[in-house]
């Protein structure tokens, strides 16, 4: 009885795609966040009969075959990559990204990752950081008697000090872009490493090359669409259904053979 394993596979597909899609609610307030699809193929079949067999002594061949179906299986879960809406928090180290580009940050380990959160802050000693207290590349530190910070769309960082009206540029934050996105291996915290699919890093200033810019005192909000996660829950939901109906009936097949006299 084929269907059972058949629709077990439908019942761990469902299974996979509502976990990504309570992924997606739950950091639907995550800052940056892009969400996840699941996306399936249809696994091995079984030929019955393959097509274009010879079935007669003139050479006839039959035009298409038996070719049964085994299941399904979880071919990616991608990212979604789209723009999420801006909202204005007038922090000084507040950045949003409007564009592809990630802010680069550099781990304890020295490996480098890459993140679209840009609700950074300074350390005691005015370097600036992550929110988990990752130094962003390439580092800049902040004087302490700076009265307030300004960071252009350039990533520029310029400071206001007490008794000079003309500001000192700290440094420029850079950004990073990659030829396949999709392809970066998320390792948390808002922050992704290169894998050999994302390709290698592309670094520039903001504005260049298609990195986006940044804006000051605003926060990129999460991709994830609350109505369309739901209705995509009700279908995941429906299907699990529909295959555990699927494992009822050849249950209840395998039953009457079994009573068969």
């Keep these: 009885m084929r269907a059972l394993k058949i629709a077990a596979t439908g019942m761990a597909a469902q299974q996979m795609r509502v976990e990504t899609i309570s992924n997606n609610l739950a950091n639907m ?8 699809r699941t996306e399936f193929a249809d696994l091995h079949y079984q030929q019955l009969t393959r097509a274009g067999t010879v079935n007669a002594a003139d050479g006839t061949v039959l035009p298409t075959g038996v070719q049964l179906g085994l299941g399904v299986r979880p071919a990616a879960v991608s990212m979604h990559l789209s723009q999420g809406s801006l909202s204005a928090t007038n922090g000084d180290l507040d950045v949003a990204i409007e564009g592809r580009g990630y802010l680069e940050v550099t781990l ?19 370097l600036i950081v992550t929110s988990d207290g990752f130094a962003v590349a390439p580092e800049i530190v902040i004087p302490s008697d700076a009265r307030s910070l300004s960071i ?22 850079t950004m990073a872009g990659f030829t396949n996105p999709k392809g970066l291996e998320a390792i948390g915290s808002n922050m992704f490493t290169e894998t050999e699919a994302s390709g290698q890093p592309i670094i520039g200033s903001p504005g260049e090359d298609g990195l986006g810019t940044l804006r000051q005192g605003y926060l990129e909000d999460s991709s994830v669409d609350p109505v369309r996660e739901v209705t995509e829950l009700i279908e995941a939901q429906r299907g699990y259904e529909l295959n555990s109906k699927v494992i009822s009936a050849a249950d209840q097949m395998l039953g009457a053979t079994t009573q068969v006299r």
């Design 29 to 36: 307030s995550t800052t940056g966040y892009n969400a996840r």
């Design 152 to 173: 252009n769309s350039a990533g520029e960082v310029y400071a206001y000090f007490q008794d000079n009206v003309e500001a000192q540029l700290l440094g420029q934050i």
């Design 108 to 126: 304890p380990s020295g490996q480098a990752a890459y993140t679209r959160d840009g609700a950074l802050k300074r350390t005691g000693e005015g």
